[in-house]
């Protein structure tokens, strides 16, 4: 039998909807908390956060060191939660903004990591690549310090999910430059392969 995941850390006691007490059932192997008067579920999912990696023009990296928690006093990339009915690169965008006071524009999503960190829960972070026409800093109180850094010394990160999507921009930056291929020059290969005119 599978180990059972997913019991609660930050668990209700009784149900938001109706207030009668939770009890545990077990689904495909997970444990969650749940109604038997309203029939809610707690069903525990990771909190969504965008964070993106800008680059000035000497190709160096902008890092923050947190004054927030989780990971206060550490260094991490700009960013934070994605609101309800808000769009990942919009969050990312004002975040960036928020913090830094950069107005940034999307270049590229630069992946999708799920992240647990200790005593605040599961995270998926959205790593975006962004681009910024200016780089003077105004940090607001969510930041400690800021700055621009190059691979090389680069600080220490403790989030993994912020390693990988720096990882995956550098990647990006050190492939030969090629234009990249979007759904659109597919359909049009798929296209003449079919009409068979092959090149
Ligand atoms: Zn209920």
Redesign the pocket.
């Known amino acids: 039998m599978r180990k059972m995941e997913g019991s609660s850390r930050r668990g209700f006691k009784f149900?938001p909807?109706?207030g009668?007490r939770l009890r545990w059932r077990r689904e495909n192997g997970r444990k969650r908390s749940a109604?038997r008067?309203?029939g809610?579920v707690h069903y525990e999912n990771p909190l969504p956060v965008a964070v993106c990696v800008v680059k000035n023009k000497n190709g160096k990296i902008l890092i923050a060191k947190r004054n927030l928690r989780p990971g206060i006093g550490r260094w991490a990339l700009p960013g934070g939660f994605i609101e309800s009915n808000e769009a990942p690169e919009i969050a990312c965008l004002r975040e960036l903004e928020e913090e830094t006071g950069l107005k940034g524009k999307i270049k590229r999503l630069a992946g999708i990591y799920s992240q647990d960190i200790r005593h605040h829960g599961s995270f998926l972070v959205i790593g975006y690549e962004a681009s910024v026409s200016k780089n003077t800093l105004s940090l607001n109180s969510e930041l400690k310090e800021a700055g621009f850094f190059s691979e090389k010394d680069l600080p220490v990160i403790p989030f993994s999910s912020h390693r990988k999507i720096i990882e995956n921009v550098l990647r990006q930056g050190r492939r030969p430059r090629r234009r990249l291929i979007n759904k659109g020059d597919l359909n049009a290969v798929w296209f003449r392969k079919g009409q068979g005119k092959r090149r």
Do not use: A
Request: glycine share 0%; aromatic share 24%; with cysteine.
């Open positions: 149900c909807l109706c009668y109604c008067k309203c809610w």
